[in-house]
């Protein structure tokens, strides 16, 4: 009803084969939405699509590219690929590699990525954050390949991040605070039907038959310091020259003495691996680490398990 939604300028291509048969049919062009035809290089949402069906393979493929930039207030990239061939299905809706983000103001940055097929990227390892506090070798929940490429399951991931890092300066001093905090999901859902169950159990699974896999992680950390220069009593030299004869003569003075001294710093972590509903069940880990001006410091990590774990069986 309005070119303000979205209006764009897409090229219809179709080439056929010497014998006269179709070889392709594609379309492709650029995109612009919230603005209007006139606004086009300055519309806070632009793009570009290319849709082939290649007749002689059986391939159909489209991609879609969109780039966002709200006045600089909210910036992100996307994509979209949807990929039919023989033996060969997805729809991915970003990737794990190259997950569709979202930025507001450059303070807080979303991620996220949607698919489903039979050629999907495995999950990424959690972020380095993760890693590091948990100081071992996390890891995302495994995927259920062969669900995924019946159709009878998808996999998405999000993540939120936040962080800054400023200083403050007066005459002879600045006060740096540092934080970063993080937070996301690597889950697949598979519908087992609605007679899943447990195995070695006559238990059902899931909400109609659709249970949640996956991983869940968090952390937080920050830190302050204090940085400068302080005047300290001390020895200064000038040189003193008497009949030719020249020497350092000491002489008390003050000089500026550079100091960082931490305020403290700490940082905490939490994975989770788990699956539900029916069953609920959680495994996990946790650690975090403090230390307030050198005095009170220490360090604490442990694993738990919650509710019971078991192996799904499809049954319809």
């Given at each position: 009803?309005?070119?303000?939604?979205?209006?764009?300028?897409?090229?219809?291509?179709?080439?056929?084969?010497?014998?006269?048969?179709?070889?392709?049919?594609?379309?492709?062009?650029?995109?612009?939405?919230?603005?209007?035809?006139?606004?086009?290089?300055?519309?806070?949402?632009?793009g570009d699509i290319v849709m082939l069906y290649d007749n002689e393979n059986k391939v159909f493929d489209a991609n879609a590219n969109i780039k966002i930039n709200a006045y600089s207030v909210v910036t992100g990239l996307g994509t979209v690929k949807f990929h039919i061939e023989?033996?060969?299905?997805?729809?991915?809706?970003?990737?794990?590699?190259?997950?569709?983000?979202?930025?507001?103001?450059?303070?807080?940055?979303?991620?996220?990525?949607?698919?489903?097929?039979?050629?999907?990227?495995?999950?990424?390892?959690?972020?380095?954050?993760?890693?590091?506090?948990?100081?071992?070798?996390?890891?995302?929940?495994?995927?259920?390949?062969?669900?995924?490429?019946?159709?009878?399951?998808?996999?998405?991931?999000?993540?939120?991040?936040?962080?800054?890092?400023?200083?403050?300066?007066?005459?002879?001093?600045?006060?740096?605070?540092?934080?970063?905090?993080?937070?996301?999901?690597?889950?697949?859902?598979?519908?087992?039907?609605?007679?899943?169950?447990?195995?070695?159990?006559?238990?059902?699974?899931?909400?109609?038959?659709?249970?949640?896999?996956?991983?869940?992680?968090?952390?937080?950390?920050?830190?302050?310091?204090?940085?400068?220069?302080?005047?300290?009593?001390?020895?200064?030299?000038?040189?003193?020259?008497?009949?030719?004869?020249?020497?350092?003569?000491?002489?008390?003075?003050?000089?500026?003495?550079?100091?960082?001294?931490?305020?403290?710093?700490?940082?905490?972590?939490?994975?989770?691996?788990?699956?539900?509903?029916?069953?609920?069940?959680?495994?996990?880990?946790?650690?975090?680490?403090?230390?307030?001006?050198?005095?009170?410091?220490?360090?604490?990590?442990?694993?738990?398990?919650?509710?019971?774990?078991?192996?799904?069986?499809?049954?319809?």
């Amino acid at each position: 009803p309005s070119e303000v939604t979205i209006n764009g300028d897409v090229v219809l291509e179709i080439a056929f084969t010497s014998s006269g048969g179709l070889s392709f049919v594609k379309l492709a062009g650029d995109v612009y939405c919230m603005s209007k035809t006139s606004e086009r290089p300055t519309a806070p949402v632009k793009g570009d699509i290319v849709m082939l069906y290649d007749n002689e393979n059986k391939v159909f493929d489209a991609n879609a590219n969109i780039k966002i930039n709200a006045y600089s207030v909210v910036t992100g990239l996307g994509t979209v690929k949807f990929h039919i061939e023989p033996g060969i299905w997805y729809l991915a809706v970003g990737k794990p590699s190259s997950r569709n983000t979202i930025s507001i103001l450059n303070l807080v940055s979303a991620t996220s990525y949607f698919m489903v097929g039979n050629e999907i990227e495995l999950a990424s390892a959690p972020p380095h954050e993760i890693q590091n506090i948990l100081n071992q070798g996390a890891s995302l929940a495994p995927r259920d390949n062969g669900a995924l490429s019946t159709g009878s399951g998808f996999c998405a991931g999000a993540a939120l991040n936040s962080n800054f890092d400023k200083q403050i300066g007066f005459n002879d001093f600045s006060i740096h605070a540092a934080y970063s905090f993080g937070l996301g999901f690597d889950m697949m859902m598979i519908n087992y039907g609605k007679n899943g169950y447990c195995s070695g159990t006559n238990d059902k699974i899931g909400m109609n038959g659709w249970l949640a896999e996956g991983s869940m992680y968090l952390w937080m950390s920050g830190s302050l310091d204090i940085r400068g220069n302080i005047p300290v009593p001390s020895i200064c030299y000038e040189q003193v020259c008497v009949l030719g004869v020249c020497g350092d003569v000491p002489y008390p003075c003050m000089a500026n003495k550079e100091f960082n001294q931490p305020i403290f710093t700490a940082a905490v972590a939490a994975m989770v691996k788990g699956k539900l509903p029916k069953p609920i069940y959680f495994s996990g880990d946790f650690a975090c680490y403090y230390d307030v001006m050198g005095i009170l410091k220490g360090n604490y990590s442990f694993h738990y398990d919650y509710g019971k774990n078991c192996t799904p069986v499809k049954s319809l």
